[in-house]
């Protein structure tokens, strides 16, 4: 996803509304898509944006716990990333990130920023249905705790720096 997805034309796009509206625009999304999932009514598309957001969040706080945790322990990051990998850790962020934010590049894929705003998003919904989300509550403090402190345009992996502190 973010720029770099969009740019890519490899954005898995969640939609709400009319199927015959998104028909006449698919044309259009499968341009920056790969992936165009019709979720249901108007609306839908938000929900399920807001879900992949609560997942995303929750990999990237979990993944830089696990990095710092295992440095501060003496072990081997990278022979950790990779052991892990081969067991039920195994996931996309574990593949990807990790060798960024150790060549020390925080450039975004993704801008902390942008998670920010999202997980706010998510939280509003939740609290406007009732639904306690404690967990995405306590990371849109980090990723908020980013954009305080100036780093909003760095990739959200880079949430490692605030639990590095």
């Given at each position: 996803?973010?720029?770099?997805?969009?740019?890519?034309?490899?954005?898995?796009?969640?939609?709400?509304?009319?199927?015959?509206?998104?028909?006449?625009?698919?044309?259009?999304?499968?341009?920056?898509?790969?992936?165009?999932?019709?979720?249901?009514?108007a609306g839908s598309g938000q929900v399920a944006k807001a879900a992949n957001q609560i997942m995303v969040a929750a990999q990237m706080v979990?993944?830089?716990?696990?990095?710092?945790?295992?440095?501060?322990?003496?072990?081997?990051?990278?022979?950790?990333?990779?052991?892990?990998?081969?067991?039920?850790?195994?996931?996309?962020?574990?593949?990807?990130?990790?060798?960024?934010?150790?060549?020390?590049?925080?450039?975004?894929?993704?801008?902390?920023?942008?998670?920010?705003?999202?997980?706010?998003?998510?939280?509003?919904?939740?609290?406007?249905?009732?639904?306690?989300?404690?967990?995405?509550?306590?990371?849109?403090?980090?990723?908020?705790?980013?954009?305080?402190?100036?780093?909003?345009?760095?990739?959200?992996?880079?949430?490692?720096?605030?639990?590095?502190?």
């Amino acid at each position: 996803g973010g720029d770099i997805g969009a740019r890519n034309g490899t954005l898995s796009i969640m939609v709400g509304g009319d199927e015959s509206a998104l028909a006449r625009a698919l044309p259009v999304l499968e341009v920056t898509g790969k992936k165009i999932t019709h979720i249901g009514p108007a609306g839908s598309g938000q929900v399920a944006k807001a879900a992949n957001q609560i997942m995303v969040a929750a990999q990237m706080v979990a993944m830089g716990e696990l990095l710092v945790f295992a440095k501060k322990c003496g072990a081997d990051v990278p022979k950790v990333v990779e052991a892990i990998k081969g067991g039920a850790a195994q996931c996309w962020t574990l593949d990807v990130k990790p060798p960024r934010l150790f060549d020390g590049n925080r450039e975004p894929g993704f801008k902390a920023s942008m998670q920010s705003k999202d997980l706010g998003i998510v939280l509003d919904s939740a609290r406007e249905y009732g639904i306690p989300l404690p967990s995405t509550a306590v990371n849109a403090q980090l990723f908020q705790a980013m954009v305080q402190n100036g780093q909003g345009d760095k990739d959200n992996s880079a949430v490692v720096g605030v639990l590095e502190q």
